[in-house]
């Protein structure tokens, strides 16, 4: 009988993270399940086992990072499969958002997810094989939204370096994928998970228009299901040649076709131009 994978997710605490896990163990695997705070994560599925390890990490210290990865092996002997899930929401204009909001956004949605691709690649180039998933967004491929300008380039940051990643690793048997979920019922859109400006400029009324839309009007009513996104991330994981570019929800297919669309548009009405630099 084939052991059950090793599974490594970030960002457990809620929403996808810990839909996932809960999926992973019912379905016998096993999991390493890192949040900021594993309490949560004991209330909700329990202590310590054979086939549970809840970490509490800092995702964007380095080092916190490097042991967490190494209790992992310990514990479970290997990793098979990574989903670097953990992030956050920040509104807010790229003019009203300080230095200081923009580099968290970018501290836990990229270089969180740097950190664990460092230290988890050198166990799976060793055991040549594996399986990385980095959680970017729809918002991550097409970015045309007043007031979400860093969190979409954070997602286009993922999406960027995952298509570097996947061939990287390939030569080690290592299988990588960007995944981008358009909404799903989960608490992202709630005040605990969504940062908003702290020096909100009015005269942006397209961007007030755009958070009161998603807190009021799209927050609880989002037409995917987390559950749902659980059972395509396993099925994928067992796929012989997965892609590189996973789409979750018809939404997110929706504005990727958009956003094909207009690239499309583009080249063809401004292609003489783009000639034109020849030498």
């Not at 090793?6 to 999991?31: I, Q, R």
């Not at 514990?75 to 580099?103: M, P, S």
């Not at 298509?163 to 990588?176: D, S, T």
């Amino acid at each position: 009988m084939e052991t059950k994978k090793v599974w490594l997710v970030t960002g457990t605490s809620k929403g996808l993270g810990l839909s996932l896990v809960k999926k992973l163990l019912k379905n016998g695997y096993y999991v390493v399940a890192t949040s900021r705070d594993t309490e949560s994560l004991n209330k909700e599925i329990g202590q310590i086992s054979e086939t549970f390890l809840p970490l509490k990490v800092n995702l964007t210290d380095n080092n916190d990072v490097k042991i967490a990865i190494e209790k992992s092996i310990a514990h479970f002997g290997k990793i098979d499969v990574v989903v670097n899930n953990a992030g956050y929401g920040q509104t807010g204009t790229l003019e009203e958002l300080t230095d200081e909001e923009a580099r968290k956004n970018f501290d836990i949605n990229v270089f969180g997810t740097l950190n664990i691709i460092r230290n988890v690649m050198p166990y799976l180039r060793h055991q040549k094989s594996g399986s990385i998933f980095n959680i970017s967004s729809a918002g991550g491929f097409f970015g045309g939204f007043a007031g979400w300008g860093i969190y979409c380039s954070t997602k286009f940051a993922i999406a960027g370096f995952t298509e570097a990643l996947a061939e990287e690793a390939k030569e080690f048997g290592i299988k990588v994928s960007v995944v981008y979920p358009g909404y799903f019922r989960t608490d992202f859109l709630s005040n605990s998970s969504l940062m908003l400006p702290k020096h909100p400029i009015q005269d942006y009324e397209a961007a007030r228009q755009s958070e009161q839309l998603h807190s009021n009007a799209i927050n609880g009513n989002q037409p995917n299901d987390p559950e749902k996104a659980a059972d395509v991330l396993i099925a994928i994981s067992e796929e012989e040649n997965p892609p590189v570019h996973l789409l979750l929800g018809k939404d997110s297919f929706e504005m990727v076709q958009n956003k094909i669309d207009i690239i499309t548009k583009d080249l063809e009405q401004w292609k003489k131009y783009t000639f034109s630099t020849a030498c």
